[in-house]
Nanobody, 118 residues
Framework: QVQLVESGGGSVQAGGSLRLSCAVS????????LGWFRQVPGKQRELVAA???????DYRDSVKGRFTISRDNAKNTMYLQMNSLKPDDTAVYYC????????????WGQGTKVTVSS
């Protein structure tokens, strides 16, 4: 099993910054990739950014240039640095793991709320 715990959410004014953290534990060596998702009430969950076991990263277009996904292997922690935040970034953010042998993200954290006010 893989356990994921997000932290770092909060409220910020537009243009501000937040850094989300995701503590990873369990069978971490079974992870192919880690990702950050977000969900707004009434909308489907969407992928924000992902990082593979080899370090490749990918971002949805709306956050490119503003968000940075990274990991600290020594601390078993993944981060999402969010700069130049916009009201449209308001959502509950989740970290998730894509495990070796799986066909989708299967392990999820509990979520951390981000609110960006104008």
């Amino acid at each position: 099993q893989v356990q994921l715990v997000e932290s770092g959410g909060g409220s910020v004014q537009a243009g501000g910054s937040l850094r989300l953290s995701c503590a990873v534990s369990g069978r971490i060596f079974s992870i192919n990739s880690l990702g950050w998702f977000r969900q707004v009430p009434g909308k489907q969950r969407e992928l924000v950014a992902a990082i593979t076991i080899g370090g490749s990263t990918d971002y949805r277009d709306s956050v490119k240039g503003r968000f940075t996904i990274s990991r600290d292997n020594a601390k078993n922690t993944m981060y999402l640095q969010m700069n130049s935040l916009k009201p449209d970034d308001t959502a509950v953010y989740y970290c998730a793991a894509y495990l070796e042998g799986d066909h989708e993200y299967s392990s999820w954290g509990q979520g951390t709320k981000v609110t960006v006010s104008s």
